[in-house]
């Protein structure tokens, strides 16, 4: 075999060092073809030895060092040990030609110890986050569920299970940190006897003697009877010393523990949601080139990745058009149609407002017929009263989000700006609803903030109509996401099967209009939200609120994936998943904040009950952990409290100020970069638009020569 000659330059000629240009040239020139790009308009000259882009000594300087470079390329892949066995040498040079360059990479990987411990850990997390990606349950399901019914569908799944872990997450640390010591340190007590002689009355839960089955199932359904003294409830745990710390710790642990896994997934989403806002990144080849899995197989997962990419293209398609036609309004008809949105966030704040005084007036009513004796001697009226505020928050919460739904097109955003709006003013309904029926509960323990009333002038809480407060308050939570749960069962199997049935029964345009039903992703995604608010609301007061809960989002995400793929057809009209991925955590966010106020009002500023709960006997529940900290040795004491003066907080916020600043400070400068390389890839875009032109343009002008 004949052998190949190498790279020489000096046989193409040169003229003082660099290689002459060709002799013959056809066409327009290469500077003049450069002059005409349209990132040539922005070139500046950056000092008197740049050259512009239209020199000779450019063009030959920059010929020059194409072939350089090529001339390199074509070295490095004549010594790559791969192209070894295509030399043209005997089999002992070519093998030590081989180890030679072993040795050589050996000893050039030698010096690099901190660049290969680097390769190793990035190596190891990755082999760690895949490992946890494989345990995570219903994987597959998510999947088929979005590519037969899209992104957003699957989101609402993806959020249900992450609800799920929260809250086995939080049985488990609760009854690590509550139960369990409550039965280490002894068998719990029983109801306390009645006491006359008590200033704050007498307490007596649980039912005497035979209880009728049909009181029983009251029972069960209020959370009273004998569910208000057992586990489930705050009453029933014993004042000891050692488990009133452990129990406000837990509670703070369970906090932080949500608090730190919804800001990462909050993050996660936020990078999502970042990428795919980006004006300047491209919306739909990235999508059409490089969304594809090319390490699918199966007909089932690949049929599940085109419905998912046809549905990302569709909303991204839909989504464009709206912009278009919001580009091209006048004036007249932007002034119009702000018009239009100010009147109906009238229309929506005065529903809001109506709801709202509604949910109030129920909550007192409750409060002030559960005493008649009528309603005492009926069970089935006490059970109407018990849950008179659930039932009215339920009926707002079914009949409203509608009339949002109903708005919200005719306000002219895009759908997933429609979304927005449609979840924020669904997750007012339902939060800002759940604050004022605590606000109307407070307002019944401590009489309208006033300590001088005769119901609260002893023991500083309504201590006649709510003897153990605490214990009242972890009912009404019990109550609610019981019936939160009976709602969605009825709605499942009295409304959305029959439905289904009567489809298949009924042929012609009634079978066809029974049969559209899709599944909606705001609505469903608020039920969840809410849930999980009135869980973070009354798990202080019902410990074992978290793993009721668990139960609950079990059954209902099987329930809703059956419901799903047999009643539910595809949305007509998709949104944007990165969207959702971000925005759903937030509203959690949110959910988190608001349920914390309640619950630290309850700590710092409502005397705890003096016939049940750990606290009993305490001015506040927080006085706890001053005490037990005097408990300690007096270095820890000193090192405590030193940590609540002012001489620790003031240069802590003086640091977090100067990181915060810093922090922003930086994300200002990414922000610049990030905008500078989106300008030139924008032009670079512009240049190849514009040279393929051209390049149709010459070879036309050559087929016409």
Same mark, same amino acid.
């Given at each position: 075999?004949?052998?190949?000659?190498?790279?020489?330059?000096?046989?193409?000629?040169?003229?003082?060092?660099?290689?002459?240009?060709?002799?013959?040239?056809?066409?327009?020139?290469?500077?003049?073809?450069?002059?005409?790009?349209?990132?040539?308009?922005?070139?500046?000259?950056?000092?008197?030895?740049?050259?512009?882009?239209?020199?000779?000594?450019?063009?030959?300087?920059?010929?020059?060092?194409?072939?350089?470079?090529?001339?390199?390329?074509?070295?490095?892949?004549?010594?790559?040990?791969?192209?070894?066995?295509?030399?043209?040498? %005997?089999?002992?040079?070519?093998?030590?030609?081989?180890?030679?360059?072993?040795?050589?990479?050996?000893?050039?990987?030698?010096?690099?110890?901190?660049?290969?411990?680097?390769?190793?850990?990035?190596?190891?997390?990755?082999?760690?986050?895949?490992?946890?990606?494989?345990?995570?349950?219903?994987?597959?399901?998510?999947?088929?569920?979005?590519?037969?019914?899209?992104?957003?569908? #699957?989101?609402?799944?993806?959020?249900?299970?992450?609800?799920?872990?929260?809250?086995?997450?939080?049985?488990?640390?609760?009854?690590?940190?509550?139960?369990?010591?409550?039965?280490?340190?002894?068998?719990?007590?029983?109801?306390?006897?009645?006491?006359?002689?008590?200033?704050?009355?007498?307490?007596?839960?649980?039912?005497?003697?035979?209880? %009728?089955?049909?009181?029983?199932?009251?029972?069960?359904?209020?959370?009273?009877?004998?569910?208000?003294?057992?586990?489930?409830?705050?009453?029933?745990?014993?004042?000891?010393?050692?488990?009133?710390?452990?129990?406000?710790?837990?509670?703070?642990?369970?906090?932080?523990?949500?608090?730190?896994?919804?800001?990462?997934?909050?993050?996660?989403?936020?990078?999502?949601?970042?990428?795919?806002?980006?004006?300047?990144?491209?919306?739909?080849?990235?999508?059409?080139?490089?969304?594809?899995? $090319?390490?699918?197989?199966?007909?089932?997962?690949?049929?599940?990745?085109?419905?998912?990419?046809?549905? #990302?293209?569709?909303?991204?398609?839909?989504?464009?058009?709206?912009?278009?036609?919001?580009?091209?309004?006048?004036?007249?008809?932007?002034?119009?149609?702000?018009?239009?949105?100010?009147?109906?966030?009238?229309?929506?704040?005065?529903?809001?407002?109506?709801?709202?005084?509604?949910?109030?007036?129920?909550?007192?009513?409750?409060?002030?017929?559960?005493?008649?004796?009528?309603?005492?001697?009926?069970?089935?009226?006490?059970?109407?009263?018990?849950?008179?505020?659930?039932?009215?928050?339920?009926?707002?919460?079914?009949?409203?989000?509608?009339?949002?739904?109903?708005?919200?097109?005719?306000?002219?955003?895009?759908?997933?700006?429609?979304?927005?709006?449609?979840?924020?003013?669904?997750?007012?309904?339902?939060?800002?609803?759940?604050?004022?029926?605590?606000?109307?509960?407070?307002?019944?323990?401590?009489?309208?903030?006033?300590? #001088?009333?005769?119901?609260?002038?002893?023991?500083?809480?309504?201590?006649?109509?709510?003897?153990?407060?605490?214990?009242?308050?972890?009912?009404?939570?019990?109550?609610?996401?019981?019936?939160?749960?009976?709602?969605?069962?009825?709605?499942?199997?009295?409304?959305?099967?029959?439905?289904?049935?009567?489809?298949?029964?009924?042929?012609?345009?009634?079978?066809?209009?029974?049969?559209?039903?899709? $599944?909606?992703? %705001?609505?469903?995604?608020?039920?969840?939200?809410?849930?999980?608010?009135?869980?973070?609301?009354?798990?202080?007061?019902?410990?074992?609120?978290?793993?009721?809960?668990?139960?609950?989002?079990?059954?209902?995400?099987?329930?809703?994936?059956?419901?799903?793929?047999?009643?539910?057809?595809?949305?007509?009209?998709?949104?944007?998943?990165?969207?959702?991925?971000?925005?759903?955590?937030?509203?959690?966010?949110?959910?988190?904040?608001?349920?914390?106020?309640?619950?630290?009002?309850?700590?710092?500023?409502?005397?705890?009950?003096?016939?049940?709960?750990?606290?009993?006997?305490?001015?506040?529940?927080?006085?706890?952990?001053?005490?037990?900290?005097?408990?300690?040795?007096?270095?820890?004491?000193?090192?405590?409290?030193?940590?609540?003066?002012?001489?620790?907080?003031?240069?802590?916020?003086?640091?977090?100020?100067?990181?915060?600043?810093?922090?922003?400070?930086?994300?200002?400068?990414?922000?610049?970069?990030?905008?500078?390389?989106?300008?030139?890839?924008?032009?670079?875009?512009?240049?190849?638009?514009?040279?393929?032109?051209?390049?149709?343009?010459?070879?036309?002008?050559?087929?016409?020569?």
């Amino acid at each position: 075999m004949e052998e190949r000659p190498p790279w020489d330059p000096e046989a193409w000629g040169s003229v003082e060092g660099r290689p002459a240009p060709r002799a013959a040239r056809t066409g327009p020139s290469l500077s003049s073809v450069l002059n005409e790009l349209p990132s040539a308009a922005t070139l500046r000259y950056r000092g008197p030895g740049v050259l512009p882009w239209g020199s000779e000594e450019a063009e030959d300087e920059e010929a020059w060092r194409s072939m350089q470079t090529s001339a390199d390329a074509a070295l490095q892949e004549q010594l790559e040990p791969g192209a070894s066995r295509e030399l043209p040498w %005997p089999m002992p040079a070519r093998r030590a030609h081989r180890q030679r360059l072993a040795r050589d990479r050996v000893a050039q990987g030698a010096g690099s110890t901190g660049a290969q411990w680097t390769r190793l850990i990035r190596r190891s997390k990755e082999k760690v986050r895949e490992g946890l990606r494989s345990l995570q349950p219903w994987v597959w399901t998510l999947k088929r569920i979005g590519g037969q019914f899209g992104a957003g569908t #699957e989101s609402y799944f993806s959020l249900l299970r992450f609800l799920l872990l929260l809250n086995v997450l939080a049985s488990v640390l609760t009854a690590c940190m509550v139960l369990l010591p409550t039965w280490l340190e002894g068998t719990p007590p029983g109801p306390p006897a009645p006491n006359a002689s008590s200033p704050c009355g007498s307490y007596n839960p649980g039912s005497h003697g035979l209880v %009728p089955f049909a009181t029983e199932l009251f029972n069960l359904l209020s959370g009273e009877g004998f569910l208000e003294w057992s586990p489930l409830f705050y009453g029933f745990y014993p004042p000891r010393p050692h488990l009133a710390i452990t129990y406000l710790c837990a509670a703070f642990a369970v906090g932080l523990l949500y608090l730190l896994l919804i800001l990462h997934r909050s993050v996660s989403g936020l990078k999502q949601t970042l990428l795919a806002e980006s004006e300047a990144l491209t919306r739909y080849s990235h999508r059409v080139f490089s969304a594809w899995d $090319f390490g699918l197989s199966g007909e089932v997962h690949v049929r599940l990745r085109q419905r998912l990419i046809l549905y #990302e293209l569709q909303v991204e398609l839909e989504e464009a058009r709206v912009r278009r036609r919001a580009a091209v309004r006048t004036l007249g008809q932007q002034a119009r149609l702000w018009s239009v949105r100010l009147l109906l966030n009238l229309v929506v704040l005065a529903l809001l407002g109506a709801a709202f005084y509604g949910i109030y007036w129920a909550t007192g009513a409750t409060v002030g017929l559960q005493d008649k004796p009528l309603i005492q001697r009926t069970p089935v009226l006490k059970l109407v009263v018990d849950y008179l505020p659930s039932i009215f928050i339920s009926v707002v919460n079914f009949v409203l989000p509608p009339v949002f739904k109903l708005i919200a097109p005719l306000e002219g955003y895009t759908r997933s700006r429609q979304i927005v709006f449609i979840l924020l003013r669904t997750v007012s309904l339902r939060l800002v609803s759940l604050l004022v029926l605590l606000f109307s509960l407070w307002n019944e323990i401590t009489c309208g903030g006033d300590a #001088e009333d005769e119901r609260c002038k002893t023991c500083g809480y309504n201590y006649k109509e709510l003897p153990c407060w605490e214990t009242r308050m972890g009912q009404e939570m019990y109550k609610l996401l019981l019936f939160d749960l009976l709602t969605g069962l009825a709605v499942i199997l009295l409304y959305q099967f029959p439905r289904k049935l009567l489809c298949g029964l009924c042929p012609g345009a009634l079978g066809r209009f029974a049969r559209t039903q899709e $599944f909606q992703v %705001p609505d469903e995604v608020l039920g969840l939200i809410y849930a999980q608010t009135v869980v973070w609301v009354g798990s202080f007061f019902c410990p074992l609120l978290p793993l009721l809960n668990s139960v609950k989002f079990l059954l209902l995400f099987y329930l809703k994936k059956i419901t799903l793929f047999s009643t539910c057809s595809p949305a007509s009209r998709t949104f944007r998943a990165s969207t959702v991925n971000f925005f759903f955590p937030l509203v959690l966010l949110l959910g988190l904040a608001i349920s914390a106020v309640p619950v630290l009002y309850s700590i710092f500023l409502i005397p705890p009950s003096k016939l049940c709960g750990p606290f009993r006997g305490q001015s506040s529940i927080w006085v706890v952990i001053p005490a037990s900290i005097r408990e300690l040795p007096q270095t820890a004491q000193n090192v405590l409290f030193f940590l609540g003066t002012q001489a620790f907080a003031v240069p802590l916020l003086l640091i977090s100020s100067i990181l915060m600043a810093y922090t922003v400070a930086l994300a200002n400068s990414y922000g610049r970069l990030i905008s500078e390389l989106k300008r030139q890839i924008q032009t670079e875009a512009q240049n190849k638009v514009f040279l393929a032109q051209r390049a149709v343009a010459l070879s036309s002008a050559d087929r016409t020569l």
